[in-house]
Structure formats: C-alpha cells, structure tokens
C-alpha cells in the first residue's frame, strides 16, 4: 500500500465545497489501495468556534472510512478582522510544523490551497528528502482577495502573491480544479506540471419524486451552501424578484445574521431561510425543489463552483449568476441557464420566462445522465492515481 498523506484546512463534519473535496480524494484514494493519513485542524469551519464534540480536544487522531484522520490544535475563529484570521492560520501552521516533527512523514504528500500560509508552510517544511509534493489549488488566491474586494494591492498582496509563486515552484505536480487555474499557473511557472481536477461529487443518489409537478403554483428556487461574502445572497435577497417564486435559502456563514435581519424587517414576501443541514439531509431536501440558483457576488477568474458539478448529479436544473469558466460549463452542458454577474433585471428577466412544465421530471433525468457521463468522480480519480 502506497502511503499518502493530506494536507487540509477543511474536513468533514465541517461543511462546504473543500471540506467535501478533500474527503472525496482521501477516502477515494483509500478505497483504491493507498495507505491515507491527513492532518488538519479540529472541525470550526463556517462557525470559527470547535465544534462541540471536539471541545474538549487539543488533538484527535482516528479512523474515518478507511483515513487516518489527525485533527490538530487551533486557534478559531470566522472574525472579519484579517489579523485576527491570520493569527488563526499562524496557530494551524504552527501545530502543522509540530506534526511534521512528531511524525514519519509519507514521501508523497497532497496539499491543499488556499488558505496559502498553510500550503506555504507545508511546501516549506516538506520541499526536501525527495517527496513528491503535490499541490491542490482551488481558488486562485491572492488575485481571488482582489476580485472579491477582499484586499487591495500593497505590500500584504505582494507578500501573498511571492508565497503563492513559492508554493507553485516547489511543487511537483499541481491539480487545478478549474482551466483557468491552470492557465495561470502555467504563466508563473510555465514547465510546471499540472492535472485538470474537477470537483466532481461522489455520494449515494437518492432517488427523484416521481409524482407529476403540479403546475398551478409558484416555482420553487432553492440555493444551499455558504452565505459568505463571495455568494452575495443578501444582495441577491435585496433584488431578486419574488413575484412568480419562492427563493428558498439553506446554510450557514458570514452573511447569516444580516440576511435573517433582513427577512424579519423586509415586506418582500416568499424568501424563507431554513438553517443549515448535513450534507445527506440537504441532498433529499433539495429534491423538493424545481430549480437552484448558483451564484457569485463578482466574477472571480479560476472559480468553478463545485455546486455546479453537485447539482447536476442530483438532476436539478440550475440557473448560474457568476460568469466565467463556470459560466461556460452550464452552456456546453446544457445544464440551466446563465444571467451575467451583477445584473440582476437579466437575473430576473430568466426567472419570469420559466415555467414549471419546463423544469420537469424529464429534464432533471437527463441532467444526472449528464453528470454520469461527464462528471465521473471513479473516472477522473483513476486518471489522477495513474499519475500520481
């Protein structure tokens, strides 16, 4: 048995695109005669506090599915203050370099990026004695910062941005999970290797109603996932219209507490907020629903959300408001619709011209023929063990 170890920022049970993207990969591998190991920190992600069965905890070490799962001590926290992130991924790094120390390190290492201080201080650690390190990109940070507003250009970006060409040179091989990604790489470091690597899901389909959509009601728009900055559902709250729809919101984030104060006051009718649900939970929920909506505040070169590729397996039409690669991925898929980034009279023009006989039983059958056929986790993992 080959062993590897991940390095990650998020794992289940935390919740969200990352965490499911790296536990897909470990438990994959694992299944497929690798000897997993993964180090990350004790579950906060969205919330920034320890989750309550870990409280007690400044390490754990157990087996998940097959993975050898060491959580290790951090500092957390979701605060809008960037020093005090900072200080959180600082008190990660340091656990991570205590492992490091502590422990028989495998010579082929998976990293996951961002948070970039993290992958920095594992490509640093890690970038002799022959290991084969491999870097997992999925967002292109610090440009990323700069399109969300985030960060502006000065002497922090310029720090970021030589940590960022440091991790790509060091790497062995690179997995981007968008072309974009990879485009970008390859201008930083253009003899690099790198691997296309979607983030395509991997779970039990449950199965679709078959009960005939009743066609004398309003259609029913779903989005589930973080209500962080990136999203933008307070403003989409703010400027969707409601009068042909329901808008249904499910998750947990940064935006939370402002988008449930704006349902409380607002006189805008048919927007709910249900909370936030496991992953299996939302799956079946979301089946009750004619359409989703994914969408981004900005158009952030390099971002593909993994939504996308979720959604599809599960056979619900969607109607994408974020531009870019994930843009193009819709329309040559034929997976929904697309309404520019940031303008919402297209946004809502889509919407008013939808109908329910339109997202029927019919379209959402072909959509997880689609995703079958093109969105293949087993597939595209072969292909990556093959290289590895």
Request: aromatic share 12%; with cysteine.
């Amino acid at each position: 048995m080959k062993p590897v170890l991940i390095i990650t920022h998020y794992y289940p049970p935390e919740t969200g695109a990352a965490a499911n993207r790296i536990c897909h990969l470990a438990e994959g591998l694992a299944l497929n005669g690798f000897k997993v190991s993964l180090a990350t920190p004790l579950p906060n992600y969205p919330t920034g506090k320890i989750f309550k069965a870990y409280k007690t905890k400044n390490k754990k070490k157990q087996v998940e599915n097959g993975v050898e799962v060491n959580r290790l001590w951090i500092y957390p926290s979701n605060s809008k203050n960037k020093f005090v992130r900072l200080f959180s991924m600082l008190s990660y790094s340091i656990s991570l370099i205590w492992f490091f120390i502590s422990n028989k390190i495998p010579k082929t290492v998976i990293v996951q990026s961002p948070p970039l201080l993290v992958a920095f201080t594992s490509m640093f650690f890690l970038r002799r004695k022959k290991r084969e390190l491999i870097l997992n990109v999925s967002d292109l940070w610090p440009l990323a910062g700069l399109e969300l507003r985030a960060m502006k250009k000065g002497l922090s970006f310029d720090i970021l941005e030589k940590i960022e060409r440091f991790n790509y040179r060091k790497a062995d091989l690179i997995l981007g999970q968008s072309n974009e990604i990879i485009q970008h790489v390859k201008s930083i470091v253009p003899q690099q290797t790198c691997f296309l690597y979607r983030n395509f899901p991997d779970f039990i389909l449950p199965p679709l109603p078959e009960e005939p959509i009743k066609i004398n009601r309003k259609i029913k728009l779903v989005y589930a996932g973080l209500l962080g900055v990136a999203q933008g559902i307070l403003k989409l709250c703010e400027y969707i219209d409601t009068s042909n729809i329901e808008f249904h919101i499910y998750g947990s984030g940064q935006e939370k507490d402002s988008i449930t104060a704006y349902l409380k006051h607002t006189t805008k009718q048919n927007i709910y907020y249900h909370g936030q649900l496991s992953r299996n939970e939302l799956h079946h929920e979301l089946l009750k629903y004619d359409l989703t909506i994914v969408p981004l505040l900005n158009r952030i070169y390099g971002s593909v959300p993994s939504k996308i590729f979720e959604y599809a397996k599960l056979g619900l039409p969607i109607l994408y408001f974020g531009g870019g690669e994930g843009e193009e991925i819709i329309k040559r898929f034929e997976l929904g619709w697309v309404a520019e980034s940031g303008d919402y009279e297209a946004l809502n023009s889509k919407i008013n011209n939808l109908t329910l006989t339109i997202l029927d039983l019919e379209m959402k059958q072909k959509l997880r023929e689609t995703s079958n056929l093109h969105f293949d986790f087993s597939k595209q993992l072969k292909e990556l063990i093959d290289i590895v």
